[in-house]
């Protein structure tokens, strides 16, 4: 009897040892796994104050959100909300809009109604309104974004051209088919200094539709860190727009002006960033 009950506690202590040992192999490989995976993600814009608010005269109008890596996950006000998605590369992946559909209306009531709203919009009180989705060619570069809209059924996608490393061309196709193209140029600097976008028609003959032009001060641009949202200009731009001049070519009523120009003059901090524009907008950093 005493020879079974000895047994019997072997075997047991021999079936905990093997649990251990499970236990610390376990251990071992997450603990690799994880050491793995940190020396394989990269952090981005070390050299940048990120923006983390901006005031419009002294109310809080808009906010950022960033990740481990200093890449901006969120963009938030009263009106809209945006979150942004990344792959272990550090490329957006998606990009998801929620918008207060009141803003749209063509009732000024609604409108008003919307302007006047205490809670800012989220994922929990307000409907996606578009879905941008990211692919990337063998090089690394952009090659496609695709947009989703609920309850909308129609191939909608955009397809990029690069030029120095830089967007040259962005294609839009609606239905397959090219509806307009976005051409860019930058200065020797990388600021984008004019933006052409042509409609095609059916009959397949480009037609200028308008062009955005652009001058800049000498100073370092904030939103430089948000350059991976793949949108040439603002987020590109190593200094600020002073200056933007927008023309329509196509025909309009006589009430629309054709040419419009908006002008903005900053206020710096000691490091050459700005912290006011327009006297009233004040940015608010990290």
Same mark, same amino acid.
């Given at each position: 009897m005493k020879q079974k009950i000895r047994n019997s506690d072997s075997i047991e202590l021999y079936r905990l040892n093997i649990m251990?040992?499970? *236990?610390?192999?376990?251990?071992?490989?997450?603990?690799?796994?994880?050491?793995?995976?940190?020396?394989?993600?990269?952090?981005?814009?070390? #050299?940048?104050?990120?923006?983390?608010?901006?005031?419009?005269?002294?109310?809080?109008?808009?906010? &950022?959100?960033?990740?481990?890596?200093?890449? *901006?996950?969120?963009?938030?006000?009263?009106?809209?909300?945006?979150?942004?998605s990344y792959n272990d590369d550090n490329q957006l992946k998606t990009s998801e809009f929620y918008m207060d559909p009141a803003m749209f209306s063509s009732d000024s009531?609604?409108?008003?109604?919307?302007?006047?709203?205490?809670?800012? *919009?989220?994922? #929990?009180?307000?409907?996606?309104?578009?879905?941008?989705? !990211? #692919? &990337?060619?063998?090089?690394?570069?952009?090659?496609?974004?695709?947009?989703?809209?609920?309850?909308?059924?129609?191939?909608?996608?955009?397809? !990029?051209?690069?030029?120095?490393?830089?967007?040259?061309?962005?294609?839009?196709?609606w239905q397959n088919e090219m509806s307009f193209y976005i051409d860019y140029i930058y200065d020797e600097k990388g600021n984008l200094i004019k933006e052409s976008k042509y409609h095609v028609p059916l009959t397949g003959i480009a037609e200028l539709w308008t062009t955005n032009e652009y001058e800049y001060d000498t100073m370092h641009n904030p939103f430089l860190a948000f350059k991976r949202l793949m949108s040439p200009g603002k987020f590109t731009n190593p200094n600020n727009i002073t200056k933007e001049t927008y023309t329509l070519y196509f025909e309009v009523d006589q009430w629309t002006q054709k040419v419009s120009v908006i002008s903005n003059t900053y206020e710096y901090n000691d490091k050459d960033y700005p912290i006011k524009v327009n006297g009233e907008a004040e940015y608010v950093y990290k």
């Amino acid at each position: 009897m005493k020879q079974k009950i000895r047994n019997s506690d072997s075997i047991e202590l021999y079936r905990l040892n093997i649990m251990k040992r499970i *236990v610390l192999l376990l251990f071992f490989a997450l603990m690799l796994f994880s050491c793995e995976k940190e020396t394989y993600l990269s952090v981005e814009n070390s #050299d940048i104050p990120l923006l983390s608010k901006i005031k419009v005269d002294g109310k809080l109008f808009l906010e &950022y959100g960033y990740n481990y890596a200093n890449l *901006v996950t969120e963009e938030k006000n009263k009106f809209h909300y945006t979150r942004h998605s990344y792959n272990d590369d550090n490329q957006l992946k998606t990009s998801e809009f929620y918008m207060d559909p009141a803003m749209f209306s063509s009732d000024s009531r609604v409108v008003e109604a919307s302007m006047n709203r205490k809670e800012w *919009v989220n994922p #929990d009180n307000t409907a996606k309104s578009l879905t941008q989705t !990211f #692919d &990337y060619n063998d090089n690394g570069q952009l090659a496609r974004k695709i947009y989703t809209r609920p309850s909308v059924n129609n191939s909608e996608y955009s397809e !990029f051209t690069f030029e120095n490393d830089r967007i040259s061309r962005q294609t839009l196709y609606w239905q397959n088919e090219m509806s307009f193209y976005i051409d860019y140029i930058y200065d020797e600097k990388g600021n984008l200094i004019k933006e052409s976008k042509y409609h095609v028609p059916l009959t397949g003959i480009a037609e200028l539709w308008t062009t955005n032009e652009y001058e800049y001060d000498t100073m370092h641009n904030p939103f430089l860190a948000f350059k991976r949202l793949m949108s040439p200009g603002k987020f590109t731009n190593p200094n600020n727009i002073t200056k933007e001049t927008y023309t329509l070519y196509f025909e309009v009523d006589q009430w629309t002006q054709k040419v419009s120009v908006i002008s903005n003059t900053y206020e710096y901090n000691d490091k050459d960033y700005p912290i006011k524009v327009n006297g009233e907008a004040e940015y608010v950093y990290k």
